[in-house]
Structure formats: C-alpha cells, structure tokens
C-alpha cells in the first residue's frame, strides 16, 4: 500500500500542465510553433516573471496561438529539485498565412 501512494504521489507531482491563449477564437493548431524556449520559474512556478515580446517574434505576422507548458522534463526538473527549480516550455504561433499570399 506504502508503494502505490509513493507511485500516485510522484505521478501527481510530475504532471504536465499547459495554459494556451488564442487572441481569436480557431481550431486548435497542430503545425510546429514558430518560437519554442524553455524558461525558469522557481518555487513550483510562483516565482518568476518571463515575458515573450510576440512582436519581436512574429514581426508583422498575426499571433495565432501562445501556451505556457510544463513538459514531462520540465516536471521532471522540478520533481528532483523538490520544486526550488520548476522550468516551463513557453510556445508562439505566428499566422503563415501573409507568407503564403506575398509569394502569388
């Protein structure tokens, strides 16, 4: 019994979390993202202030999609650092679409 809730405690402690953000409501997107970095919080995530300037990422191009993850990695890192050290995987879509349309 000791070893099945030492087995649920470390599965619920390195879980994998996502916050996506969609300025315009759409379909969820499954293309690659255009920018992709893995940013350090602390804590378990409540200290640390990283900031993404999308403009400097897309440029011209519309921000289709932004999430905050924490992969399996992230949790990972945070699960052997008991939570001192607790990175997230920040992604940015940029829209292709005016890309695809300057080139006709």
């Known amino acids: 019994m000791k070893a099945f809730l030492t087995t649920l405690l470390l599965l619920i ?32 995530g409540l200290v640390g202030d990283q900031r993404v300037d999308v403009k400097k990422v897309c440029g011209e191009q519309a921000v289709v999609q932004m999430q905050s993850q924490q992969t399996f990695t992230d949790g990972a ?17 940029c829209d292709e679409q005016k890309n695809k349309g300057a080139g006709i």
Do not use: E, N
């Open 13 to 44: 402690l390195s879980g994998c979390s996502a916050v996506t953000i969609q300025p315009q409501k759409m379909a969820k997107v499954s293309t690659s993202p255009t920018y992709q970095d893995s940013r350090p919080f602390f804590m378990w």
């Open 77 to 93: 890192l945070g699960l052997v650092t008991l939570g001192i050290y607790s990175p997230h995987t920040i992604k940015v879509w």
